[in-house]
């Protein structure tokens, strides 16, 4: 805001900030240590702002909560797997340099009509706006507002496929 010429700044009233990453959880009640590790993860990202001091983890609570992540941190967006003929394709053509041509060249298997936006994990404020406009894009068949290499990070199938096209078992 300016205010009669001179520049002021608003400094943030951070409560509690952060996100944990802790697979196959113990519990899903308030952890100290892990409000610490999201201040210092804080503090690491802004270095030299003063508003990080003002982050209060004093009152020890937080929001708890389970928020679906994907493998590779990117979210899941556009049409569903078939996995069932995925598994009948997999039985024919598996562990063989034809087979791994075969994936690289034939389409991944979808349902047609069935779409997915999920996985959007920590970081869903941030990719969420922009993933529901890019499948709002593509149910109505307007140009798609994200490239070939994203849209391909962003495909459902593509956990699939990156083990099909290495030769990997399922």
Not at 54 to 80: F, K, L, Q, Y
Not at 115 to 139: D, K
Request: aromatic share 6%; proline share 7%; glycine share 8%.
């Amino acid at each position: 805001h300016s205010y009669r010429g001179e520049q002021r700044f608003i400094r943030p009233q951070v409560a509690r900030t952060g996100a944990s990453y802790i697979k196959n959880p113990e519990h899903l009640e308030y952890c100290p240590n892990e409000q610490i590790e999201n201040l210092h993860k804080v503090e690491q990202s802004y270095p030299d702002k003063s508003w990080t001091e003002d982050v209060d983890i004093s009152g020890h609570s937080a929001r708890i909560g389970v928020r679906m992540v994907t493998r590779d941190h990117a979210p899941m967006m556009g049409c569903a797997p078939d996995l069932d003929e995925i598994l009948v394709n997999y039985q024919e053509h598996q562990h063989t340099k034809a087979s791994i041509k075969y994936w690289q060249e034939t389409p991944a298997p979808i349902h047609q009509g069935l779409f997915i936006l999920g996985g959007l994990g920590s970081r869903g404020i941030t990719s969420g706006p922009l993933a529901a406009e890019a499948l709002a894009a593509q149910l109505c068949g307007e140009i798609i507002p994200l490239d070939g290499p994203t849209l391909d990070m962003l495909n459902p199938n593509r956990m699939w496929m990156r083990k099909l096209i290495k030769g990997k078992a399922l």
